[in-house]
């Protein structure tokens, strides 16, 4: 069963830039959307990103479109999104999920991943 690592986090200031990776383990990322989710404390986790396995597709949820960007590099398993400008907002535990029966109609629902990661906290001092 494939099981999903994040790492990168940590503790920045406002306008930093920060890398976060996944990394798929027992297996490959083979699924049809992968995707970065956020929760802040108190606060539903949010849709930030996913990418379509085929195509290369990306999409964004709007408060970060323009400053982060997601990718994959399937030959190491690891998928990444690169965090710019960031904001005290962007302040949460930020998950990588997997999904294979996802439609694009579910892209940003966390209900619609089947697999996890256990979360990389990134904090951003204003």
């Known amino acids: 069963q494939v099981q999903l690592v994040e790492s990168g986090g940590g503790l920045v200031q406002a306008g930093d830039s920060l890398r976060l990776s996944c990394v798929a383990s027992?297996?490959?990322?083979?699924?049809?959307?992968m995707a970065w989710f956020r929760q802040a404390p108190g606060k539903e986790r949010e849709f930030v990103a996913a990418?379509?396995?085929?195509?290369?597709?990306?999409y964004y949820a709007d408060p970060v479109k323009g400053r982060f960007t997601i990718s994959t590099n399937y030959e190491k398993n690891t998928m990444y999104l690169q965090m710019n400008s960031l904001k005290p907002e962007d302040t949460a535990v930020y998950y990588c999920?997997?999904?294979?029966?996802?439609?694009?109609?579910?892209?940003?629902?966390?209900?619609?991943?089947?697999?996890w990661g256990q979360g990389t906290q990134v904090t951003v001092s204003s």
């Open positions: 990418i379509r396995r085929y195509g290369g597709n990306t």
């Open positions: 999920a997997s999904g294979e029966r996802i439609i694009l109609s579910s892209i940003r629902e966390a209900g619609a991943y089947e697999t």
């Open positions: 027992g297996g490959t990322f083979s699924s049809r959307f």
